[in-house]
T-cell receptor, first 110, second 114 residues
Framework: DAKTTQPNSMESNEEEPVHLPCNHSTISGTDYIHWYRQLPSQGPEYVIHGLTSNVNNRMASLAIAEDRKSSTLILHRATLRDAAVYYCIPLWFGNEKLTFGTGTRLTIIP | DGGITQSPKYLFRKEGQNVTLSCEQN?????MYWYRQDPGQGLRLIYYSQIVNDFQKGDIAEGYSVSREKKESFPLTVTSAQKNPTAFYLC?????????????FGDGTRLSIL
């Protein structure tokens, strides 16, 4: 499995964009990059995933480096409800088993 | 609304007792999963099932057992053989056979030893 490195914690002001980085330098060519987040005392929630191209959905955008060794989850306008632990998870094509690291704890400052 | 229901939210167990955690989904998903989370840590996979009457061990299956008699239900039994059962247990489901489908999680059960 590809290893990931994420900052332990980050802070951001409310209503500002947030860029959450993830390093996955050992990723293979068929690994998709998934992002989940976990709000306090809840189960994780799927955010977004991608392979090579940048991806957008209603929750966030995912920017993937051209060499695929890193990616950035972008929350365009942070709200207090975005305070959570964010997990970056490489997942190879055909594999359905998620491997969670310790993620990045995002704090939103009002 | 479709989703995953885990019950109870909090559970207490005496030493030496088995305890069963419930997980029910109405999303019509084939695949279901059980994870364990310890404080400050990520989730670790205990068992998973891709179809009724079939399941596989995950990374930390020792001391746990599961059954999958119905598509909607995937109960987890924490046996007395599990030496450190105090943790947050999370159940998830997804569409099986379709690559990279997101997993949908319940709100978890917190198990504590009395």
């Amino acid at each position: 499995d590809a290893k990931t490195t994420q900052p332990n914690s980050m802070e951001s002001n409310e209503e500002e964009p947030v860029h959450l980085p993830c390093n996955h330098s050992t990723i293979s060519g068929t690994d998709y990059i998934h992002w989940y987040r976990q709000l306090p005392s809840q189960g994780p929630e799927y955010v977004i995933h991608g392979l090579t191209s940048n991806v957008n959905n209603r929750m966030a955008s995912l920017a993937i480096a051209e060499d695929r060794k890193s990616s950035t989850l972008i929350l365009h306008r942070a709200t207090l409800r975005d305070a959570a632990v964010y997990y970056c998870i490489p997942l190879w094509f055909g594999n359905e088993k998620l491997t969670f690291g310790t993620g990045t704890r995002l704090t939103i400052i009002p | 609304d479709g989703g995953i229901t885990q019950s109870p939210k909090y559970l207490f167990r005496k030493e030496g007792q088995n305890v069963t955690l419930s997980c029910e989904q109405n999303l019509n998903h084939d695949a279901m999963y059980w994870y364990r989370q310890d404080p400050g840590q990520g989730l670790r996979l205990i068992y998973y099932s891709q179809i009724v009457n079939d399941f596989q061990k995950g990374d930390i299956a020792e001391g746990y057992s599961v059954s999958r008699e119905k598509k909607e239900s995937f109960p987890l039994t924490v046996t007395s053989a599990q030496k450190n059962p105090t943790a947050f247990y999370l159940c998830a489901s997804s569409r099986s056979g379709v690559t990279n489908q997101p997993q949908h999680f319940g709100d978890g059960t917190r198990l504590s030893i009395l």
